[in-house]
């Protein structure tokens, strides 16, 4: 892999327990990590989102995301 700019194009990635919502969530760096991948399919398994969480911190999630 050369550059590190370079875009790593894979057939699947698989992201799991990724917690958004909670407050120890990395969101920057799944985030970075998407912009340096391509992926045919992205399967998401496991804990994605936590409902329950988000709704008492979801006005900060949704921030870093914009």
């Known amino acids: 892999m050369g550059d590190a700019s370079e875009i790593r194009r ?36 496991g804990d994605i989102v936590d409902g329950w969480r988000l709704q008492k911190n979801g006005a900060g999630l949704m921030n870093i995301m914009n």
């Open 10 to 45: 894979v057939r699947a990635l698989f992201i799991s327990d990724v917690h958004l919502g909670m407050k120890v969530t990395q969101l920057h760096r799944l985030i970075d990590f998407l912009q340096k991948h391509e992926a045919e399919t992205i399967y998401l398994v």
